[in-house]
């Protein structure tokens, strides 16, 4: 083997140690510690979920009401038939 070789080996080396791959093997091994990993994570994504959907649905209501106090014609009467709709109790 020569020095080029040698340090391109040197290089993947020092390359396949930084990518965390022996982390990961040990890991996988552990099936407890990956479920609860998942199980924290599903967690944070349903809370951020649960946030993220509360302030769109809140800015929704904000542009939809001031949309309404405008008394636009048409389009008060259609949003005002909407909301009474989603009030009603479903059939």
């Known amino acids: 083997m020569d020095a080029k070789e040698e340090k391109q080996l ?11 791959i022996a982390e990961y093997v040990k890991l996988s091994q552990r099936t407890g ?18 946030i993220g959907t509360t302030i769109v649905l809140a800015i929704a209501y904000k542009i939809i009401s001031h ?6 014609p ?10 009474e709709f989603v009030k009603s109790p479903g059939a």
């Open 10 to 20: 040197d290089a993947l080396a020092h390359r396949l140690e930084n990518s965390g």
């Open 33 to 50: 510690r990956i479920l609860w990993l998942n199980f924290i994570s599903g967690i944070a994504r349903g809370v951020g979920f649960f």
């Open 67 to 72: 949309i309404i106090s405008m008394n636009i």
């Open 74 to 83: 048409y389009l008060t009467d259609l949003l005002r038939q909407a909301a």
